[in-house]
């Protein structure tokens, strides 16, 4: 089993920054290397579809979905177990829950390929 935690959330004004962490646990985690997971971020807005943000798998390979290019970054720490979003200059539609997802393998960007999700962590970016 994969359990992921979330932290990192909150209130911050648009243009201001946050770093989301996302720490994986579980069985699996004792006997297979992180470095094996493609650990991504997922998002969603009040009334809208979960959408992809970003991925990182496969020693250092990243995806970013188009609208945070630029402004997030992802990166991981697989001693820890840990993968971070930072999100600099953020905007009122960045304001969403955060879900962080693990996989085996490759990355994706589609939601119906994570087994695993968190709980989510809510970001707020006022105007």
């Known amino acids: 089993q994969v359990q992921l935690v979330e932290s990192g959330g909150g209130l911050v004004q648009a243009g201001g920054s946050l770093r989301l962490s996302c720490t994986a646990s579980?069985?699996?985690?004792?006997?297979?290397?992180?470095?094996?997971?493609?650990m991504a971020w997922f998002r969603q807005a009040p009334g809208k579809e979960r959408e992809f943000v970003g991925v990182s798998w496969n020693a250092g390979r990243t995806d970013l979905t188009d609208s945070v290019k630029g402004r997030f970054t992802i990166s991981r720490d697989n001693a820890k177990n840990t993968v971070y979003l930072q999100m600099n200059s953020l905007k009122p539609e960045d304001t969403a829950v955060y879900y962080c997802a693990a996989k085996y393998g490759s990355g994706s960007q589609m939601t119906v390929d994570y087994a695993a999700w968190g709980q989510g962590t809510q970001v707020t970016v006022s105007s």
């Open positions: 579980g069985q699996t985690f004792r006997h297979v290397n992180m470095a094996g997971f493609a």
